[in-house]
């Protein structure tokens, strides 16, 4: 069974300062992809970023990264640059191939401060 | 823009009563998903379509049905809303494949609340 565990139910971080959100992976399969979400408070899931199990090379897209370390099965995001739109719910999740269900941790609530 | 499009925003009903959300994309993609968020929690698979394919999750109470009429659409049917079923309901899509064409985008989801 897949579990996808983020451990830090909320973090604070200032301005222009980067942040790491922890994320730890628990599967079987060999292929599988990694995204990280973001949920503002309107509650819309916007897709950041895509880590696949094969993919040898770290993910990034504009200020976000993806620290991804396959033998200690974590894919943490790192947000760089903070701003204070940032502010929001962060989501990790994990599909397993071969189907279709995205499995998602419990969440992680980032707070921006100026 | 291509997108997922969910309507209504908010939608209020009573305790027992029908209610149908609506999900409709312009991605062209052949899978869709319905998710459950209550507050404070991680978003739940309730079921999706693989193109007509209905695939049901194993713990999704039978008072929650879908339809799929064309490509573009897709329905989530509550028969009976109970209290506890008050949620952002939201729809995604995604191709079948592997690698990033696989992301699922979502919709800006549909707040119930049930009176």
């Known amino acids: 069974a897949q579990k996808i565990t983020q451990t830090q139910p909320g ?10 959100l922890d994320c730890t992976y628990d599967t079987s399969d060999q292929s599988y992809g990694l995204f990280w979400y973001k949920q503002p408070s309107s509650g819309e899931m916007i897709f950041l970023i895509y880590q696949g199990s094969y993919d040898e090379q770290n993910a990034t897209e504009g200020r976000y990264s993806l620290n991804f370390q396959k033998a200690r ?20 999740a994990m599909r397993e191939r071969g189907f ?8 992680t609530r980032l707070l921006v401060s100026p | 823009d291509a997108m997922v499009i969910q309507n209504p925003r908010y939608q209020v ?42 695939n049901n999750e ?12 064309n490509t573009s659409f897709c329905f989530l049917d509550i028969r ?12 995604a899509t995604s191709t079948l494949t592997s690698g990033p064409e696989e992301t699922q985008y979502f919709g ?8």
Not at chain 2, 58 to 69: E, G, H, K, Y
Not at chain 2, 108 to 115: N, Y
């Open chain 1, 11 to 20: 973090m604070f971080v200032q301005e222009k300062e980067a942040v790491t």
């Open chain 1, 73 to 92: 099965k974590s894919a943490n995001l790192v947000i760089s640059a903070s701003q204070l739109g940032d502010s929001a719910m962060y989501f990790c």
């Open chain 1, 100 to 107: 279709q269900k995205l499995v998602f941790g419990t969440g």
């Open chain 2, 13 to 54: 009903t009573q305790f027992g009563k029908p209610v149908t959300l609506s999900c409709s994309q312009t991605l062209n993609h052949n899978v869709m998903y319905w998710y459950q968020q209550k507050s404070s929690q991680a978003p739940k698979l309730l079921f999706h379509y693989y193109d007509k394919d209905f």
């Open chain 2, 58 to 69: 194993a713990d999704t109470p039978d008072n929650f049905q879908s339809r799929r009429p």
């Open chain 2, 80 to 91: 009976s809303p109970g209290l506890g079923d008050a949620a952002m309901y939201l729809c």
């Open chain 2, 108 to 115: 800006p989801g549909t707040r119930l609340l049930v009176l």
